[in-house]
């Protein structure tokens, strides 16, 4: 492996060099990217945007951090979003800034403390462990699980090498997350009383303290098993632990409450349901004086509390629970069981119809007529989900009328067969019946006739680029614009304008 020195220097060797030496690497292609987290087993991202005001405060304590960090051999480097769309758009980057962690060359976690270099410096030495300890006695599983909080071990026969090397392959792509261990010692399996080899058991300091798996080592088993077993049946979420419920892979119940004597009643209410129905839902205490906004995303009114609702993260779905019902305990039953059977219907958040001209060149989509226009299969949709406040859709706005007008005068929408629509994904829902959510704005996807069929469309937001999707993936393959005929004025405006709607409309937020 390359040493970090060479990879720094050759790293800053082809980048835009700065008055002040600097101990972050700038990246400025998908090459670069690439060639930093493969030659590094540890390396730190910053996607940042010039414009923000966070990535901006962030930037005296990100250096000082890699100073401190260059003896450790760990990679501090950084990317900016606004000129390197396409590689934040892979990397699903939400927010500016986001710090990704990369280990030997794969995105493994994302940095969730408050953004100073003491935090980083500790986060990131966090990771130097090797993530797998040997155990060999009760004494050295004791001092494991008083070191950390959450301990994976595998107790596995001394013979059988097939299991001890997926162990250790597996244990490698966690290792962010959890301490490894592994035993094959007959003395300590005897002493923690396995029954079967090989099992794997996860210490915790909650609940039953330990959860037992038992069978081969396949991966995506004994990781749910992990992840499932890693939150709490009931306690409460914040922002530090959001993640683990995430990953935990159920539909997720929050129970809201505006005191904690309500909490309290809630717990005893809740804590039998959590138990029955453990790996089908995960529960959560929620204060709503604190996350308000919450409850406004799940769509619950706020006019009454207790509530409950449910978000299921894989398809984005949310279910409110009727707030006009009292929370007993045959009603929750019921309503969770609506929920699984796939009788519950999901909130859908949308706006009031919109008035529209046959004439308008984009197509206003709200969440009430998603299906009417965008499936329409009689036509190929391409549709634009936009935000407001997103600059980067500001600054596509004016590209994406020019190019409704285009497809609208260059042939008839019967004779081409294409509608260009966008939607406010701020204030409306994309149904479940399209089979994707969200990730960020600007989304554009192309919905094609007869089949729906959903192209995504991740060239640079530009008309020629625009354009050349529409003429390649149209259904009816009747549009064929000319590209050297294209205005050139709006061609690249995207790239002059960012800067500026982002100064007008962006920094208010620390999002897409």
């Not at 000082?64 to 950084?78: M, P, S, W």
């Not at 798996?213 to 979420?237: A, C, M, R």
């Not at 036509?379 to 706005?397: F, K, M, N, S, T």
Request: aromatic letters at 10%.
């Amino acid at each position: 492996m390359k040493s970090f020195i060479w990879t720094a220097i050759a790293l800053s060797a082809v980048t835009i060099s700065t008055a002040v030496a600097s101990n972050v690497i700038p990246l400025n292609s998908t090459e670069e990217l690439e060639d930093a987290i493969q030659q590094n087993d540890l390396v730190l991202l910053n996607f940042f945007a010039p414009w923000c005001p966070h990535s901006k405060a962030l930037v005296p304590e990100y250096e000082k951090a890699a100073t401190v960090l260059l003896t450790d051999k760990i990679v501090l480097a950084e990317l900016d979003c606004s000129v390197n769309q396409n590689i934040c758009s892979k990397y699903n980057v939400q927010g500016y800034p986001t710090l990704q962690l990369f280990r030997k060359g794969h995105p493994s976690d994302i940095f969730p403390l408050e953004r100073n270099s003491e935090n980083i410096v500790k986060y990131m030495k966090s990771h130097l462990s090797t993530g797998l300890t040997h155990l060999k006695t009760t004494d050295d599983l004791k001092k494991l699980q008083k070191e950390e909080a959450l301990v994976v071990v595998a107790y596995i026969s001394d013979n059988d090498k097939a299991s001890v090397e997926q162990w250790e392959s597996f244990s490698e792509g966690l290792i962010d997350d959890f301490a490894f261990g592994i035993a094959t010692s007959k003395s300590l399996i005897e002493a923690e009383q396995i029954k079967t080899l090989p099992s794997v058991v996860l210490y915790k300091r909650f609940d039953t303290l330990r959860d037992v798996y038992t069978g081969d080592i396949l991966s995506d088993q004994v990781e749910d098993f992990i992840k499932l077993n890693s939150v709490p049946l009931l306690s409460s979420i914040e922002p530090l632990n959001f993640m683990d419920y995430v990953d935990a892979g159920r539909p997720l119940a929050y129970i809201f409450s505006d005191s904690e004597e309500m909490q309290n009643k809630m717990h005893e209410l809740f804590l039998p349901l959590a138990r029955e129905y453990k790996g089908a839902f995960s529960f959560v205490h929620i204060d709503v004086n604190q996350y308000k906004s919450q409850a406004d995303f799940l769509s619950l009114t706020g006019k009454t509390w207790p509530a409950l609702a449910v978000h299921n993260f894989k398809t984005g779905a949310r279910y409110p629970y009727d707030e006009s019902k009292s929370l007993t305990e045959s009603n929750i039953i019921e309503f969770l069981k609506s929920i699984q059977e796939g009788q519950a219907e999901p909130a859908l958040k949308s706006q009031a119809y919109a008035v529209r001209n046959p004439d308008d060149a984009v197509k206003v989509v709200v969440g009430k007529d998603f299906e009417e226009i965008v499936m329409d299969k009689s036509r190929d949709v391409l549709l634009e989900i936009y935000a407001p406040w997103c600059g980067y859709c500001q600054a596509l706005a004016p590209i994406y009328q020019q190019l409704g007008e285009l497809v609208q005068t260059y042939h008839s929408e019967e004779g081409h067969g294409i509608v260009v629509a966008k939607m406010d994904g701020t204030l409306n829902d994309v149904p479940l019946s399209a089979g994707f959510s969200v990730k960020g704005y600007p989304t554009i996807k192309l919905f094609k006739a007869e089949t729906n069929e959903i192209i995504d469309f991740n060239g640079e937001r530009t008309l020629h680029d625009l354009v050349e999707f529409l003429n390649k993936h149209s259904t009816r393959q009747s549009l064929k614009i000319d590209l050297e005929s294209l205005p050139q004025s709006l061609i690249d405006k995207e790239s002059d304008t960012s800067d500026k709607t982002a100064v007008s409309g962006v920094r208010q937020h620390d999002e897409f």
